[in-house]
């Protein structure tokens, strides 16, 4: 069974300022872990994705997120945050072997004030 | 723009009712999954098709139905519709492996008034 924590439902961040979305799972397996992002009145679409390799990942719109297998985290980071960034985040995950299911979080809504 | 259509993009309907929602999947994907997405819930996995067979299910009631076409498109049908079932639907498709990210659709909001 995996399952996926995201902690915080709003985080609140200044134009400019650092962007840090946290995300914590758990897998019995290696886990493939995901991060998506819902604009308003829109579906899900794909950041970025950990499969196997350097646990760095870049995505798109300049955010990246690291895969840390002891702290079993995949957080969501962005130097720099626009007004455009504000959406919700999703983070999913699924696992070799097992269910090709993804278990979603239950998001984080990020707001971007000037 | 994902690839992956539904229609339609807003249904109104009455308690006691029955709808169908209908998707159309990403080119060459063989797969399609239902979600619903409510504020108290968040995004609940409902079903899974693979290429016209039921594979998966999730949290989805038994007033809910779906199936997959020849054609690969799949159909939400949602009977005897209560309030508490006013949301937002997607469907999303992918490549059949654990690897592959989903593609999803832009949604239909059901309202039950």
């Known amino acids: 069974a995996q399952s996926v924590t995201q902690l915080g439902s709003h985080v609140s961040v200044s134009e400019g300022a650092l962007v840090l979305l946290r995300c914590n799972y758990s897998?019995?397996?290696?886990?493939?872990l995901f991060w998506y992002v819902q604009y308003p009145n829109q579906g899900l679409q794909l950041l970025l994705k950990y499969t196997t390799g350097a646990t760095l990942v870049k995505g798109i719109n300049g955010f990246e997120a690291e895969f840390k297998k002891s702290e079993t985290s995949f957080h969501l980071t962005k130097p720099s945050a626009h007004m455009s960034d504000a959406a919700e985040y999703f983070c999913a995950v699924t696992a070799s072997g097992g269910s090709y299911i993804p278990t979603f979080g239950r998001g984080t809504s990020l707001i971007v004030h000037p | 723009d994902s690839g992956v259509t539904q229609t339609p993009k807003h249904l109104i309907t009455a308690t006691g009712q029955r709808v169908t929602l209908r998707c159309s999947p990403r080119s060459g994907d063989l797969s399609v999954y239902w979600y619903q997405q409510s504020l108290d819930q968040g995004l609940q996995f409902l079903i899974q098709y693979y290429n016209g067979e039921e594979r998966a299910k999730g949290n989805i009631l038994e007033r809910f139905s779906a199936q997959q076409f020849p054609d690969l498109h799949s159909e939400l049908n949602l009977s005897s519709l209560e309030l508490g079932d006013s949301a937002l639907y997607f469907c999303?498709?992918?490549?059949?492996?654990?690897?592959?990210?989903?593609?999803f659709g832009p949604g239909t909001r059901l309202t039950v008034t």
């Open positions: 897998s019995s397996v290696p886990p493939y």
């Open positions: 999303a498709s992918s490549a059949d492996s654990p690897l592959n990210e989903q593609y």
